[in-house]
């Protein structure tokens, strides 16, 4: 019996010693578990230390988010990772890297990162943040026909009149640079794709779509909403303790309303047989052939403003700032310009071929001024090998423009070295379909301005110091973008005036066609 009884003690013993090693057991593999959660797995790319939890995620930068992947990329070299959590965030820092991540690897590097709040505001119909796939190669082939260098060579008519209406906008009142370049981009934007020109910057269309776009960066900018994306569970706050997400259904309805009636208006005039051959009347009449709900003609729509609009903007806003930080260029581009246009006539697109330096300032203030510093993030389908490093599946992969583009020489190179198409327009399947377009009211207006304008910097009243415009003055956000900023700009001579005026006049016949697509407001 005692016996018995210390059997059953020893045994309750043994069974108290097993259920101890055994917690003691999990104890220890759920603590290195955790302890491993964020390190660095060994055949990544090297990276900054990491924490035990966090990884990399307490130095991920918050704002300006180039420069410290540039400066880690002088350290980690040019393909390095990032830890954020238990996942990996991979950046590519040179061109060749870029070629073998973006080109070589393009069938599982062209995914796009799941955003929450993209998600949110466009529900995966949007093509600049549209998942690899079907879906996506459907939008993209339509973006294709509209945008291919043939198809821009029918938008050219209406860039023409929309450049010669900035010339004469920017003679009449020159204080009002900043927002006629503004409603010159937007106008080119809309006429090519809605059929709607806007003659004014304070034109309803071209006020609300400024205003979403605010709204949107300011949701996506650093601290803008939570990391939904990192901790998934933050989704399910909910709205009235997350105002990012009441901003979400503003921004999306207040697109809506803005958009659909833009459809509409191409819908009316297919209808009516007043057709302006924009590219929404031309694919509302090809619905079945791109496999379109009406949705998605809408949504490429919207892409297409959202993403061409604004950028064709900034780019001309920089170049105007590094003329006026570097003089002695301006005077060699417009000597170059006067020899080869003289005061008779205004340039053509052509003539870009004839003005090797004018050419050399646009690459070098795409190479010192890249859009987006580090472009739009794309994302791995599958797990990889890149640079001889394993890559995994879901991993997004940053390609770091400024990083790039900074790597190399600075200085107008008119060697024909550097490469004509510079990298500011990311790269592989999901590179700029707009770069054609872009190019060519980039290459119109540069010329355009230099041959027609003197521009020069302003003087402080009380000192008379010259005010250099800082251009590092942008907004933090995807795209980099410069505030106002303050230049004198006059015509060189009153001749040019004059043709700056005969050309708008000129231009009054091509704008009628696109005039007349009056706004209905009011649908979905
Ligand atoms: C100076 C002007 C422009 C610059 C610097 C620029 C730059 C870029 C960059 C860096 C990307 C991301 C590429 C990547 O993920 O690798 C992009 C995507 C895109 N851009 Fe542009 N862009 C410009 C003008 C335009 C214009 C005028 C349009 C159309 C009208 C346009 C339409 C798009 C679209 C639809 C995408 C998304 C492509 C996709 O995800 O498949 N862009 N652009």
């Given at each position: 019996?005692?016996g ?13 010693t ?7 057991i ?27 939890l966090l ?18 990329a ?50 995966g ?66 006429s ?15 006020e ?47 697109q ?151 790597g ?117």
């Amino acid at each position: 019996m005692i016996g018995g009884h210390t059997a059953l003690i020893v045994n309750s013993y043994s069974y108290d010693t097993d259920g101890l090693s055994l917690l003691a057991i999990i104890f220890v593999w759920v603590v290195q578990h955790l302890w491993r959660i964020g390190s660095r797995e060994q055949a990544l790319p090297p990276g900054p230390p990491t924490l035990p939890l966090l990884g990399n995620l307490h130095v991920f930068p918050q704002t300006r988010a180039h420069l410290k992947f540039t400066e880690w990329a002088r350290t980690y070299g040019e393909i390095y990772s990032l830890k954020i959590g238990s996942g990996t965030a991979i950046v590519v820092s040179s061109s060749k890297m870029a070629r073998e991540c973006f080109e070589l690897h393009g069938a599982t590097t062209s995914d796009r990162p799941a955003i929450h709040v993209g998600e949110l505001v466009y529900k995966g119909l949007e093509l600049p943040f549209s998942r690899y796939g079907p879906h996506w190669r459907n939008l993209r082939r339509a973006a294709h026909d509209l945008l291919n260098r043939e198809a821009c060579l029918s938008h050219l008519p209406i860039q023409r009149a929309e450049a010669s209406q900035l010339m004469y906008d920017v003679l009449q009142q020159p204080q009002h640079l900043y927002q006629h370049i503004r409603r010159y981009a937007a106008s080119v934007a809309l006429s090519v794709t809605f059929g709607l020109h806007c003659s004014t910057y304070d034109n309803p269309v071209i006020e609300e779509f400024y205003e979403c776009q605010r709204k949107w960066e300011h949701i996506l900018r650093p601290g803008g909403h939570p990391p939904v994306d990192i901790f998934p569970i933050l989704k399910y706050i909910p709205e009235r303790w997350a105002s990012w997400k009441g901003l979400c259904r503003e921004v999306r309805s207040r697109q809506r309303e803005l958009y659909f009636p833009l459809v509409q208006n191409c819908i009316d005039r297919i209808e009516s047989d007043r057709r302006n051959h924009s590219f929404i009347e031309y694919v509302l009449e090809h619905e079945d052939h791109y496999e379109f709900t009406r949705e998605m003609t809408v949504y490429l729509g919207v892409s297409l403003i959202e993403a061409g609009a604004d950028t064709a903007a900034i780019f001309l806003q920089f170049f105007l700032i590094f003329m006026l930080a570097h003089p002695d260029i301006k005077f060699r581009a417009q000597k170059e310009i006067d020899d080869v246009i003289g005061d008779n006539r205004n340039p053509n697109l052509e003539d870009i071929g004839d003005l090797p330096y004018i050419k050399a300032i646009i690459n070098e203030v795409h190479r010192c001024r890249p859009i987006a510093p580090t472009a739009i993030p794309h994302a791995a389908t599958k797990d990889e090998k890149i640079g001889g490093f394993f890559i995994p599946k879901g991993s997004p992969i940053f390609m770091n423009i400024w990083g790039i583009e900074h790597g190399t020489k600075p200085g107008v190179d008119t060697t024909g070295l550097r490469s004509d198409m510079p990298m500011s327009f990311g790269g592989g399947r999901r590179i700029c379909p707009g770069v054609h377009l872009a190019y060519n009211s980039i290459a119109m207006n540069v010329m355009n301005l230099l041959w027609a304008f003197n521009v020069e910097l302003p003087k402080d009243p009380l000192t008379g110091n010259p005010i250099l415009p800082d251009e590092d003055d942008t907004t933090d956000g995807i795209l980099l973008t410069p505030k106002p900023f303050k230049c004198v700009i006059i015509p060189r001579s009153q001749a040019k005036a004059d043709l700056i005026r005969k050309q708008f006049e000129a231009a009054k016949p091509t704008f009628e066609l696109f005039d007349n697509a009056a706004l209905k407001r009011g649908a979905t």
